[in-house]
């Protein structure tokens, strides 16, 4: 009985509150929309296409319901034993900012049985759980039930600032979700086998492979961010996107390469690369015209600028004469991206890594490495596409050791700081 009536409070809440809280979800990412970076000089972007791209990220399936409810079952999972706490556990985001301000209260006010899986059905119908849309419906007894669901690009690439609640907030969107298990989520559909369980849940925290359901092998790497990106001719670790394989951009390419074979949207994508085809439209396409609007409120996202009194001014100073110099960074991280992609869309051959993993690449269109932009690097570790270095410390230690550097301790202290910086 006490369930039910929290549960019932809350949805009175949100009935009293929607005709007069509007889910607007505007934040100050707009006021990041930038013409270019450095010395770039990138045309200015189409307000109108970022607007809709935004919407794009955060809400839009591509139709991919048909396989996380048809086929994984995942709907019945998330009614039966995903409570919120349970969810934020796994490394899912609430969106504040889609609370109504009584259900803010009642949560605050300890009214809300946030171990519930019904309460986690409220947040669906709110459009608050970042990356998850869900078709709720209210059974004859007055309980709800998770009728379709499906993810959007905001599960892996958004995470929140935390100014609610650890894992509730103000959505930070192109950030990667390095909290996310996205493997041990998957594992929990009836749908597969123990082997593929197995594989899925062994892949840990912010990390996923985006080319395991279709070449079978498994070499997970880390979730990147998806901030920017203006400018860069070749968007991913290996570089793979380019105009002559995807016309609406290198980002487009990769949007289009996860929405169709990741995310199971209603799509196309093929690249005789890679000797694939993936087609998955069932007499539409809910991918293709949307690759031109979700690409251009990506490149309008840019890379969040260090915490105030994150690192050391005097030390990242020094750093920067290091990393030019001795250090030898900027032979390969240059211009304003910090990365010679720029160059005429530039890759570097399998043996041009320092992460112990080598073998991803050989996966790739490409074969080859892209130089990993910089800017913001301070916001998502672990580091490398392996997730081999905890810290920005152990990179400049491998770094080093790799290279022969011979950088001193505080040489490579100072250098720490100034990546941290970045």
């Not at 605050?108 to 970042?130: E, F, I, S």
């Not at 991913?236 to 996860?258: K, L, M, Q, S």
């Not at 490409?366 to 152990?394: C, E, M, N």
Request: hydrophobic share 35%; glycine share 8%; with cysteine.
């Amino acid at each position: 009985m006490k369930k039910q009536f929290m549960i019932s409070t809350l949805l009175i809440a949100v009935i009293a509150s929607l005709g007069l809280y509007s889910c607007s979800n505007d934040d100050d990412d707009t006021g990041r929309l930038a013409p270019g970076e450095g010395s770039l000089n990138l045309p200015p972007l189409d307000a109108q296409l970022v607007a809709e791209g935004k919407e794009i990220f955060r809400y839009d399936t591509f139709g991919d319901e048909s396989f996380w409810t048809d086929v994984l079952q995942m709907n019945e999972v998330v009614e039966a034993a995903v409570s919120p706490n349970t969810a934020l556990a796994v490394g899912l985001k609430v969106d504040a900012e889609a609370l109504p301000p009584a259900v803010v209260e009642a949560i605050q006010n300890g009214q809300v049985d946030l171990d519930d899986p019904q309460t986690t059905l409220v947040l669906l119908q709110l459009n608050a759980v970042v990356g998850v849309q869900g078709e709720v419906s209210q059974n004859t007894d007055g309980t709800l039930k998770l009728d379709r669901m499906g993810i959007t690009c905001a599960l892996c690439h958004s995470t929140v600032d935390d100014s609610f609640a650890p894992g509730i907030g103000s959505r930070l969107d192109g950030w990667p979700n390095r909290d996310l298990d996205p493997g041990l989520i998957i594992s929990l559909s009836p749908a597969l086998t123990q082997a593929q369980k197995d594989v899925y849940a062994s892949w840990g925290p912010g990390i996923y492979d985006p080319r395991y359901s279709n070449d079978g092998l498994n070499n997970p790497v880390v979730i990147p961010p998806a901030y920017g990106l203006y400018g860069l001719p070749k968007a991913i670790f290996t570089g793979d996107g380019d105009v002559e394989h995807e016309p609406a951009g290198p980002v487009a390419y990769w949007n289009r390469y996860v929405a169709v074979t990741q995310m199971r949207g209603h799509g196309y994508f093929a690249d005789p690369r890679l000797n694939l085809e993936v087609d998955h439209r069932e007499g539409d396409d809910l991918v293709t015209d949307k690759l031109p609007a979700l690409q251009e409120y990506q490149f309008s996202i840019s890379a969040p600028t260090p915490p105030v009194g994150s690192f050391d001014v005097a030390a990242a100073t020094r750093g920067k004469e290091l990393f030019s110099g001795k250090a030898q960074c900027a032979t390969c991280h240059s211009g304003p991206l910090f990365t010679d992609v720029v160059d005429g869309g530039k890759l570097h051959p399998q043996s041009a890594s320092v992460a112990p993993d080598k073998d991803y690449v050989k996966r790739s269109a490409t074969k080859q490495w892209r130089v990993t932009p910089l800017k913001g690097i301070w916001q998502h570790p672990p580091y490398f596409h392996d997730g081999s270095a905890a810290t920005l410390a152990d990179v400049v230690n491998r770094y080093n050791e790799v290279n022969n550097l011979a950088l001193t301790g505080s040489e490579k202290d100072d250098l720490t700081e100034y990546l941290k910086s970045l």
